[in-house]
């Protein structure tokens, strides 16, 4: 067998969507599953919707989630993608090929006069398809057109290909996801392959690239179904090798509409900006259309890749359920060691001045407030407490388990005592269970008086381990806000 050549060709008009992730995940796998290469392409023919700004964000975010690229022009002895406005002189050449093969044809037609075709063809309720009108322009009537300033495109002839390669009007391929598909030629209209401005249509440029770079097989979203029909008449018309062809089922929200922004999240440098683990979204990504054979959904890269058939993705569609995504992520949060955390929680901590803590306090800090995580951007609003020298209380805080009518006795008694107590987490322990003790006796529960306490330390009536809490603040900072309350 040839190498297989797979590849991820984004286009730069948004930050890298998740689903491009999934299909650059796919490619990836498929190269590593069978000793292949993955390349990158960038597909910036369109000017006017790329920028600077998402391709940077797509390298960003490839490389974050592990799916760099194998190959390409060297700078600076790293590897920059393919980037097609950086070939528009390499097309040209082959569009003129077929043009003298016959398989292409200038069109001089204006957008006035397309947009004039297209509208006649709505009002008859038909399908448009291009009325080929310059198909068969003589010399002298192109010179016409030329002498009046008029540029023309080119355009691919869908009845020649079909005369010259196919006995019958159905165009079929044989999908590494989906099976036999196939499309009626007739419907498919000679379309462009070279803009008026000398730059090639997405079908164009993509084909061409495809080729060149010896692509073995082309994996991306059913959205491109339309496009491949088109795209193997012009390799049939170029005389060259056709790739095999796998097309993914879309990626869904949870209501079954398109994914969008008003879901959550869609681009993948959001999730990462939120706090979702590298590991678990690919993790999670994978499983959009990929499923394990042994039932376990948590896995490596390196497992799902031992694990990746082609042929055994869904060719549906695939719901993008945050919830388990969330879920997942708890779970890898909760695997990573402690050291570990501490270092990916910072980003998340920047508001506070970590440097209030020691070493050893910012550890017990996570370790006793860790569990909960979904996010790591959770743990923001889980630590406020641990920071400053005084405490926000909650408005509901201040209206229930403070107003309530023991807690100024227990906070007074508490400073009363904590005064003499050490403050490390093991007496503490013990000196609070004597505590509650004392007030168990006079009928107070001893929830209520841990509340108490808690509610005016933290300003809150739920948190970390409350021993936990009171040693990493320190005697003085405790009873500095319990005074305050009172
Ligand atoms: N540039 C296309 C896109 O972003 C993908 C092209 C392809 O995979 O052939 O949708």
């Given at each position: 067998m040839e190498q297989v050549r797979v590849r991820i060709a984004p286009s730069?008009?948004?930050?890298?969507?998740i689903g491009t992730a999934r299909t650059a995940l796919f490619n990836y796998l498929y190269a590593k599953k069978n000793n292949g290469k993955y390349i990158l392409r960038i597909e910036d023919t369109d000017a006017e919707r790329t920028s600077q700004e998402y391709i940077d964000n797509i390298f960003d975010s490839l490389k974050a989630l592990g799916l760099?690229?194998?190959?390409?022009?060297?700078v600076g002895g790293e590897y920059g993608p393919y980037t097609q406005s950086e070939r528009f002189d390499i097309y040209p050449k082959y569009a003129q090929m077929l043009v003298e093969k016959g398989f292409a044809y200038e069109c001089f037609c204006t957008p006035e006069e397309l947009e004039a075709e297209k509208e006649e063809a709505t009002k008859n309720k038909q399908a448009y398809v291009y009325s080929k009108k310059c198909e068969n322009l003589t010399e002298e009537e192109k010179e016409k057109l030329r002498a009046e300033g008029r540029k023309p495109a080119i355009r691919f002839s869908v009845s020649k290909a079909q005369k010259a390669f196919h006995n019958s009007s159905m165009l079929k391929f044989n999908d590494l996801v989906k099976g036999e598909l196939h499309q009626d030629?007739?419907?498919?209209?000679?379309?462009?392959?070279?803009k008026s401005n000398g730059t090639p249509t997405y079908n164009f440029a993509v084909v061409i690239d495809d080729m060149l770079m010896k692509i073995s097989q082309i994996i991306r979203g059913e959205d491109h179904i339309s496009n491949t029909f088109k795209q193997i008449l012009i390799y049939e018309a170029l005389g060259a090798e056709i790739p095999q062809f796998g097309h993914l089922g879309m990626i869904l929200a949870p209501d079954r509409s398109k994914l969008s922004k008003r879901h959550g999240a869609t681009a993948v440098s959001e999730f990462v900006e939120k706090g979702y683990l590298i590991d678990a979204l690919v993790n999670f990504v994978a499983l959009l259309g990929w499923s394990p054979s042994d039932g376990n959904?948590?896995?490596?890269v390196d497992e799902i890749a031992q694990d990746f058939r082609i042929g055994e993705l869904s060719a549906s569609n695939s719901i993008f359920e945050y919830d388990k995504l969330n879920w997942m992520n708890s779970q890898y949060i909760k695997k990573l060691s402690l050291e570990e955390l501490k270092e990916r929680l910072k980003p998340f901590l920047e508001k506070y001045d970590l440097s209030e803590l020691t070493e050893e306090q910012y550890s017990r800090m996570v370790e006793v407030t860790?569990?909960?995580?979904?996010?790591?951007?959770?743990?923001t609003d889980a630590v406020p407490y641990f920071f400053g020298e005084n405490v926000e209380i909650e408005e509901s805080v201040k209206t229930d388990v403070l107003a309530a009518e023991n807690s100024k006795k227990v906070l007074k008694e508490f400073v009363e005592r904590a005064k003499n107590w050490s403050f490390d987490e093991e007496t503490l322990h013990h000196k609070l269970e004597e505590f509650r003790g004392f007030f168990k006796e006079q009928g107070i529960k001893p929830k209520e008086t841990m509340w108490a306490i808690r509610a005016a330390v933290t300003g809150r009536t739920r948190g970390a381990d409350m021993c936990a809490i009171l040693a990493i603040l320190g005697k003085d900072k405790v009873i500095k806000r319990v005074n305050q309350c009172l």
């Open positions: 730069p008009s948004g930050n890298l969507h760099s690229w194998d190959e390409g022009p060297d030629m007739d419907l498919i209209g000679d379309f462009v392959i070279m959904e948590i896995k490596s860790r569990e909960p995580l979904t996010i790591l951007s959770d743990i």
